[in-house]
């Protein structure tokens, strides 16, 4: 089984420029989360989606989307990236009682 | 809002020595994770406890839960020096996973 799988595993972006990190999952996980990791902090939450067709905003939203149009895939994007943008960046799946993650996305913004 | 909170923040400790963390959170949750994240890791699922009076165990670690309280332990019994690496306590709450801080436990020789 594959679980949760982020791509790419490292970016680096200029200020200004824009991305998207790629999340899927083959769990048939309905719950699906993206979550920010600053260096020698807890995971925040940025947004969060219920299943397909519906998302939801997180802890901090600022400078970021979603769209979940398909059960496995839960795209996250950055339209004009700042510094503090710069983390980790970790999607994650859910059903019942317990929480996969994925590998990580390291984004480090110029 | 939910908020969940650790303590303490950084633990260093002897190998064999027995020490406990500890997670609150502010509100009424439907079930409580615990991780465990390496340097430059992703996060691994330690433990879900989903109900009150909850005690599960794996090894040298020992996770319980107190709804009452809005209390969860992860204790951990005579460290040994693998067990070195970040802990995080989430509560869920709705459709939220929300994470405290991380506890970064050393151990040492």
């Known amino acids: 089984n594959a679980g949760v799988t982020q791509t790419p595993k490292f970016r680096i972006l200029k200020i200004g420029q824009s991305m998207t990190l790629q999340c899927t999952q083959d769990?048939?996980?309905?719950?699906m989360y993206w979550y920010r990791q600053d260096p020698g902090m807890g995971l925040k939450l940025i947004y969060y989606s219920v299943g397909a067709g519906i998302t939801d905003k997180g802890e901090v939203p600022n400078g970021y989307n979603v769209s979940r149009s398909t059960t496995e895939d839960f795209p996250l994007r950055l339209e004009l990236a700042a510094p503090s943008q710069t983390s980790v960046y970790f999607c994650?799946?859910?059903?019942?009682?317990?929480?996969?993650f994925g590998q990580g996305t390291r984004l480090t913004v110029v | 809002e939910l908020k969940v909170e650790q303590n303490p923040l950084f633990l260093s400790m002897q190998e064999g020595k027995n020490y406990t963390i500890y997670c609150n959170y502010s509100t009424t949750s439907d079930r409580l994770y615990w991780y465990r994240q390496d340097p430059g890791k992703s996060l691994e699922s330690l433990f879900v406890?989903?109900?009150?009076?909850a005690v599960k165990q794996e090894g040298r670690l020992m996770a319980s839960l107190d709804t009452k309280a809005r209390l969860s332990t992860l204790h951990i019994t005579a460290a040994v020096h693998d067990l070195s690496a970040t802990y995080f306590c989430a509560a869920e709450y709705g459709n939220k996973l929300v994470f405290g801080a991380g506890t970064i436990l050393r151990v040492k020789s």
């Open positions: 994650a799946s859910s059903w019942s009682t317990e929480a996969f």
């Open positions: 769990m048939n996980h309905n719950y």
């Open positions: 406890l989903l109900s009150n009076g």
